[in-house]
């Protein structure tokens, strides 16, 4: 039996990267996509695990070609989901999961219009800033940049299939499994994701 193809977006400090990891742990059948790249391998990753490292001539390539379901450049280095790696692995019976933004998420579903889009959401923008500012990495101008991104991210995601909000961790962790499961009633999610795009 084939897998599904699930993406996970959300916008920047809404928590998406620690609900997934944590999915994928849980799921040995579940496969966190490997996503091809420019980028220089880093010390600690291995070719094939972390990412697929090509040349970007390679890359260019695959995108002629029209091998990759999505791909966008991201800080001068290329990223891509390569569609043959896809195949193989759902032929495997596997799921794979995409932590992917959300215009990747709509590059996915036009290539694959059977997969299956969530989105993580804040439950305030007030909850977001505290969390961005949080991480002390960010000056107040790159986290008004970030709060404007994520109002438009969270615009263009309303045709996803289903909203978790992410409050506390292990509520949303189980909104989550239930979601695997089939098991979906994001009304009320849905309204907070209404309440922030109307708010900002």
């Not at 977006?9 to 040995?28: N, Y």
């Not at 990223?79 to 998420?105: C, E, K, M, N, P």
């Not at 045709?159 to 409050?167: K, L």
Request: proline content about 4%; some cysteine.
């Amino acid at each position: 039996m084939s897998g599904r193809l699930l993406v996970f977006s959300a916008p920047s400090g809404a928590g998406k990267t620690t609900i997934t990891r944590q999915m994928v742990a849980e799921h040995p059948d579940l496969q966190l996509s490997i996503s091809t790249t420019t980028r220089p391998i880093r010390p600690g990753e291995t070719d094939g695990v972390h990412y697929h490292f090509v040349s970007e001539e390679r890359f260019r390539d695959a995108v002629a070609q029209g091998r990759f379901l999505e791909w966008a450049q991201v800080h001068g280095n290329l990223y891509g989901s390569d569609g043959a790696w896809v195949d193989q692995t759902l032929a495997q019976g596997r799921d794979i999961l995409f932590d992917i933004d959300v215009q990747g998420g709509h590059q996915i579903r036009a290539a694959r219009p059977d997969a299956y889009l969530i989105l993580i959401v804040p439950p305030s923008w007030v909850e977001l800033e505290r969390r961005l500012r949080g991480r002390g990495t960010d000056d107040d101008a790159v986290i008004r940049k970030r709060l404007a991104a994520a109002h438009a991210e969270l615009v263009d995601a309303q045709d996803y299939d289903v909203v978790v909000v992410n409050d506390q961790l292990e509520p949303a962790l189980e909104c989550v499994r239930r979601v695997l499961r089939g098991e979906v009633d994001d009304g009320a999610a849905r309204a907070v994701l209404e309440a922030l795009v109307k708010a900002s």
